[in-house]
């Protein structure tokens, strides 16, 4: 007997063998509507590792199962046992998709099953204006689809609530699906916290208990019909449930009417502006903070930029940086957003900004509305009497403690000499550049002798130590009176003297960034190019207001 049970079970593995892998995808059903459950199932005689191809809009369940079934195969008449993996799921939307194939992997080798197609249709549901109906009070529980608004404009916010009628009191809910509306949207959930209490009202007579769920904001993206299909849940009476399926509901979403003005920043609702400048004197390579904020309840978290109307000599350094401080309440966003624009002053003296405007759509009023800020002027010219307007000498009340050094740089014969020699050059630039008559000037030569002598000029260009040392030393006395911004200009001259001594040329033939950038090519490796190009960054910083200040000067030999 023992061996013929071994017997037995040899031939019966061996049936296993020799049978041909056998891998099939099985879904019921394949016509459905939107949410309605189905469930997937693979067969197969291997075991192994089982992969699903799902699409993008199938939702897997929760739900699963798996065990060993007998079926007959009506060619052979042989009993064929299977392995089966059972799934559930519902798809978001509607469409033909097609799920599959599935895999298993057993043994080192891949098996591949069919694929099967699936029809999701829209889900047949009544369509409410949100009004209880003569059927719905006859049922023992229904639900509605509560909406703030049945028509709105492009960007406006709708509120949408699921609201739900009972003739008992329910004790609770579960297994909620919740509303979803059509195409592309912005939602924010607005639902209080806490436990949900139903409250007693009477329709036309008849009393119910009724409670709220599910409240969102929504702002549509798409213009014209928009729906919202039906919410699902079971309701509760104790240890009974009672399945409830809502009516749904239309929304229609209209375009902003006419042309938008130039100034139209996309907000749909209510709005005001206020602008502010954090200094009303300037001078010449000032970076100038502009703030404007924008107050205000509806799509605010939507709106884009304001446009500047810059005057000429102000150029925008950079994106504005953006703050927001609002919260989504029933009527949409509602706070403000404030834009910091970083502005450069490119000259001097008297400045006038123009007025800057802003246009919003108010939807109750249907019509755009324009804002407009006061015009602002800036003062220039008391701050340029004061200031350096050579840029070669800085002249400021010294510190008592750098008494002895301001005066050693004074004292210094070398300072004198430069300063002979500078004034020798530029007559005698002069007295050649002096106009000979009406005649337009002619373009110079390669061979003429001003060029001749204007490159002489420049291989005779020295930047000495002492010179460097005694330019440092006013850049101290400048940051021990806590003046950035001038140590900040006279660094950029000792900085492009210094590049132009090396180069061979004069300081004034290029930018000072250029000067950092020829030095740069034919010197790379150089400690001192990277000292040139770090001090360099730090006078931009503190020049165009960015923060930071000047380091390292006590190491910055050159």
Not at 528 to 555: D, F, H, P, W
Request: glycine content about 8%; proline content about 5%; charged content about 25%.
């Amino acid at each position: 007997m023992r061996y013929s049970v071994l017997f037995l079970l040899t031939c019966i593995a061996g049936g296993f063998l020799a049978q041909k892998p056998i891998v099939r995808l099985v879904v019921e059903p394949t016509q459905i509507e939107k949410g309605q459950p189905i469930q997937i199932t693979v067969k197969a005689n291997v075991q192994g590792q089982i992969k699903i191809d799902y699409p993008s809009a199938f939702i897997e369940g929760y739900s699963m199962a798996n065990g060993m079934e007998q079926e007959t195969d009506y060619n052979t008449g042989k009993i064929i046992t299977l392995f089966y993996y059972a799934v559930d799921g519902t798809f978001k939307k509607e469409g033909t998709f097609t799920i599959g194939p599935a895999y298993i992997n057993s043994g080192g080798k891949v098996y591949k099953s069919n694929s099967v197609s699936v029809t999701v249709k829209r889900e047949i549901a009544d369509v409410s204006s949100g009004e209880v109906t003569a059927k719905q009070l006859r049922q023992l529980a229904f639900g509605v689809i509560e909406k703030s608004k049945t028509k709105i404009y492009e960007g406006e916010p709708i509120l949408l609530n699921a609201k739900i009628y009972s003739r008992f009191y329910p004790s609770s809910f579960d297994d909620y699906q919740s509303y979803s509306p059509d195409g592309t949207l912005e939602k924010h959930n607005l639902s209080p916290g806490g436990k949900i209490a139903a409250e007693e009202t009477r329709i036309k007579g008849i009393a119910f208990y009724t409670f709220e769920y599910d409240r969102n904001l929504i702002f549509p993206t798409n213009t014209g019909k928009l729906r919202i299909d039906p919410f699902k849940l079971i309701l509760r009476r104790d240890f009974d449930g009672l399945p409830i399926v809502s009516t749904a509901c239309e929304v229609e979403v209209m375009p902003l009417p006419g042309k938008a003005p130039k100034s139209f920043i996309g907000m749909v609702g209510k709005l005001e502006m206020k602008q502010e400048f954090d200094k009303n004197e300037v001078k010449k390579g000032d970076v100038v903070h502009c703030l404007i904020t924008l107050s205000g309840t509806g799509n605010l978290q939507n709106i884009v930029a304001p446009k500047l109307n810059l005057p000429a000599g102000m150029t925008i350094y950079g994106d504005p940086k953006v703050s927001e401080d609002f919260t989504y309440s029933a009527s949409g966003a509602e706070g403000k957003v404030t834009f910091d624009f970083s502005i450069k002053v490119n000259t001097s003296g008297t400045i006038h900004f123009p007025a800057t405007e802003v246009s919003y759509f108010d939807p109750k009023t249907a019509k755009y509305v324009k804002l407009t800020a006061e015009n602002q002027v800036f003062d220039g010219e008391e701050i340029q009497a004061k200031s350096n307007t050579s840029g070669t000498t800085v002249t400021r009340e010294a510190n008592p403690n750098q008494k002895e050094t301001s005066e050693s740089v004074w004292k210094s014969p070398v300072l004198w000499v430069s300063l002979g020699s500078v004034l020798v050059l530029a007559l005698g630039v002069g007295f050649f550049a002096r106009p000979r008559g009406v005649q337009p000037r002619a373009p110079l030569a390669k061979n003429s002798p001003i060029l001749a002598e204007r490159k002489e000029q420049a291989e005779k260009f020295t930047y000495s130590e002492t010179e460097r040392k005694a330019d440092i030393s006013s850049i101290e006395i400048l940051l021990s009176q806590n003046d950035q911004h001038g140590a900040a200009t006279l660094l950029e001259q000792v900085i492009a003297k210094t590049c132009a001594s090396e180069l061979g040329c004069c300081p004034n033939d290029f930018s000072v960034q250029k000067l950092v950038e020829k030095y740069s090519e034919r010197y790379p490796n150089e400690l001192r190019t990277e000292q040139l190009k770090t001090m360099l960054a730090q006078c931009q910083e503190v020049r165009y207001g960015l923060g930071g200040g000047l380091n390292g000067i006590q190491k910055f030999t050159l």
